[in-house]
């Protein structure tokens, strides 16, 4: 047996083995593994922006229905201390009310609840709006007619897409069966039926034909 190898064998021996040794990608491998990669990351950013989405949707979402809350919260304050009533139609309710939150300026103001028809459709909203008014120099009383200098009114989207809103008129009189005072719901009150309301209602219904009214009391202080 032959122990001694040439210069060239050994040379030969020492080389990697084709089969063996580590190759690089072909050009259609790497156009592959690059295509893949870019649909991954077009994926991830896809979900990413999806989440994003839903997460700000219901985050908005959330605030709107805090607001209301607070608006319905307050509308039952306002109605406990309404000293003049300015407008009463079938589509508003304007107010003064000497309602104040806990650190609101007790700045005189002017609520009205507005059924606003939506611009497309046949639907509408129900509006709160609340208009602050500055004091003149010998000060206005909140009794009568609301002061002239109004401030920018602050408006909130208390519910939409309602089927029906109307301000209806709740009469104090006498039924002819049982002779009892009872309060009739007109949606258009005589003239001379106006001394005899003692009570307003918000005529509220969705598409489904769920009623929800909000009952305003006519009190002044």
């Known amino acids: 047996m032959n122990l001694l190898r040439s210069p060239h064998t050994v040379a030969r021996a020492c080389q990697p083995h084709p089969l063996r040794g580590q190759t690089g990608l072909t050009l259609m491998e790497l156009l592959i593994a690059v295509a893949l990669s870019s649909l991954v990351v077009t994926l991830v950013s896809g979900v990413t922006s999806f ?8 985050s908005a979402h959330q605030q709107q229905a805090d607001d209301r809350a607070h608006i319905l919260r307050r509308l039952q304050h306002e109605f406990s201390e309404i000293v003049a009533w300015h407008v009463t139609r079938s589509d508003r309710l304007v107010y003064s009310s000497s309602y104040t939150a806990p650190g609101e300026k007790r700045d005189p103001y002017t609520t009205t609840l507005l059924c606003r028809k939506q611009a497309a459709g046949s639907e509408y909203d129900l509006v709160y709006q609340r208009t602050q008014h500055t004091v003149s120099a010998q000060g206005t009383a909140l009794k009568g007619e609301p002061p002239t200098t109004p401030k ?12 029906r809103c109307a301000v209806e008129f709740g009469v104090l009189g006498v039924t002819p069966a049982s002779e009892a005072r ?10 001379g039926d106006m001394s005899s309301v003692v009570q307003f209602r918000m005529a509220l219904s969705d598409a489904g034909g769920t009623h929800f009214p909000i009952i305003v009391p006519k009190g002044e202080k």
């Open 152 to 163: 920018a009114a602050q408006e909130i989207s208390v519910v939409t897409g309602l089927h």
């Open 182 to 191: 009872m309060v009739h719901w007109v949606s258009t009150p005589e003239p």
């Open 51 to 58: 989440v994003g989405k839903r997460y700000q949707h219901a």
